[in-house]
């Protein structure tokens, strides 16, 4: 239970940046047990590879502040976040077990599928809410919502790996959060169409 729990938390991370939690696994399967690598991710922790990650995140937190280009930059993230979110729930043995059986050892596409779903969940609620905030906001609440997107990165990744308990509590936050999100977002569209239909002619 508790790797999967673990495997959700990071893929749920991965969905707001793909490569912190990808940098944190790498990180904490070299200092500690809390993360042990299945075979075939060994490159996880390869510090060569996470010297890679670093420098990927770094041009992520600049560019997804940055109004307009945080947009661009979210179009290109679609297809990176769910792949994050696929590796780190595979690279934490999560698919092993979370039915207590060899079936999804034996069928790691599983994995792959379960981690992806999330984190494009999460990107798609981040990549839709973004243009929202930049017009309200004139673009001052890009680079906010972005750090702040980044903390809660950085915290469910952490949180996923030395308290996974905890992730369920951060996944019913976001879950509420998505709610308020989704009803915000289809009030800003309608205030828009109403706005278009009362200045047409």
Wanted: charged content about 15%; aromatic content about 6%.
């Amino acid at each position: 239970m508790f790797a999967a729990l673990t495997g959700l938390g990071l893929s749920t991370a991965a969905g707001l940046n793909a490569y912190i939690p990808l940098l944190v696994v790498g990180i904490v399967a070299n200092f500690t047990d809390k993360v042990k690598l299945p075979d075939g991710y060994a490159w996880l922790s390869n510090w060569g590879v996470l010297a890679i990650i670093a420098v990927l995140l770094v041009a992520e937190m600049v560019l997804d502040k940055v109004p307009a280009v945080d947009s661009i930059n979210d179009a290109i993230q679609t297809a990176v976040r769910p792949a994050a979110g696929g590796v780190v729930f595979s690279a934490t043995n999560a698919a092993a077990e979370l039915d207590h059986s060899t079936w999804m050892t034996e069928h790691p596409w599983a994995g792959w599928l379960l981690g992806i779903l999330v984190a494009l969940a999460v990107h798609a609620l981040k990549a839709t809410a973004r243009p929202m905030i930049n017009v309200g906001t004139g673009g001052v609440g890009a680079p906010v919502a972005s750090t702040v997107e980044d903390v809660g990165s950085l915290g469910m990744s952490l949180i996923a790996v030395f308290l996974p308990l905890l992730v369920i509590v951060a996944l019913l936050a976001l879950a509420l959060l998505a709610w308020w999100t989704i009803r915000r977002v289809r009030r800003y569209r309608a205030a828009r169409r109403a706005k278009r239909t009362s200045g047409s002619p």
